[in-house]
């Protein structure tokens, strides 16, 4: 310990693109897109629907309630909502509006 730091960082990765496809660009993008999917989906249930928490263990039900949450979220987003958050909470205040969300 107490030696110099190397400012350098690497990361390793898996493709199955060719090393004349894996240019910089093409990694960064795919990369990206990777952490978008965590950012939009998995986050959102971790936070917004505290799903570590869920005491739901058995049998299919914690793949029902993952299901559920990521139709809502989809739900949600294809109305415009842009803060999944704040729309469930408006949706849990007002049972008419989300019975119009869901065609009703």
Known sequence: MGGPI???E???GLTSLTASEANPEQLLA???GHWQIENRCHHV???TYDEDRSQIRSWN??????TLRNF???LLRLMGCRNIASATRH???SSRDTLRIIGF
């Not at 039900?61 to 993952?66: D, I, S, Y």
């Open 30 to 32: 795919l990369a990206r």
């Open 10 to 12: 690497v990361a390793y």
């Open 6 to 8: 190397d400012p350098e």
């Open 45 to 47: 249930r971790d936070t």
């Open 61 to 66: 039900g914690p793949r029902m309630m993952a």
């Open 72 to 74: 809502t979220m989809s």
């Open 91 to 93: 949706c849990a205040a």
